[in-house]
């Protein structure tokens, strides 16, 4: 397109990333956690974190839905700054669905009612409204046949994969994931990832934290590689994985693959 027939949307939003990281900086009383974090994520692009423990790598999604409050730097999704003092939270983060090691279901409601109780508390949906949506999500992650059980019945892939379409029925514009296939037994791990892989094919834009080298090889548009609270090396997922360019990127690599 071209300058002259640019119109004032497109100057506001269309070439904005998706999720914009400003020089963040977090830290824990003395714990200077995250040292000034820049990054983009684009529409539609899926971006793997990875690096040790104790890098920041949660630390850094729990500050782009500001589950964290970030000691410096701003923080964009959708264009708008979730740092900025007067923005509206609640209205900011339901633009963000988030997914984690532990799946947080709630344990003495059904599969159907974990989808729904949030919609209807949150989004102030109708109960008819929340169950179509929760049954388009259980279906997206192909769970409509476990509707009616209670979390304790299902395994833990199964448990991931309603709270990841928990997630979904808020209708996010981006997806963060927290070591989303940590606490699973290995055999169950597949069954996530290929959620994750569909809902990447779809279009969500997606961060995504994790060890499974292998998904972000073949998912991943970007792997950022974060050591120490700083992102140390990033690129095309296939590049970082498989030619990284630094010591400390090759270090890690070397004892997780
Ligand atoms: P990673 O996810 O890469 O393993 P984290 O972001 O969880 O790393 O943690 C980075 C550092 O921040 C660690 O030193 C951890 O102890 C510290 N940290 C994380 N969350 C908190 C918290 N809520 N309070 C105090 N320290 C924290
Ligand atoms: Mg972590």
Redesign the pocket.
Known sequence: MSRTTRTAADTMGADRAEIEIRGLHKS?GD?H?LRGIDLDVARGEVVCVI?P???????LLRCVNLLEEPSGGRVFVGGTELTDPDVDIDAARRRIGMVFQQFNLFPHVSVTANLTLPQRRVLGRDKAEAAAVARENLERVGLAAKADAYPAQLSGGQQQRVAIARALSMGPEVMLFDEPTSALDPELVGEVLSVMRVLAGEGMTMMV?THEMSFAREVADRVVFMDGGVIVEQGPAEQVVTRPTQERTRDFLNRVL
């Open positions: 824990f714990n956690v690096g423990s104790g890098s920041g790598k949660s630390t934290v």
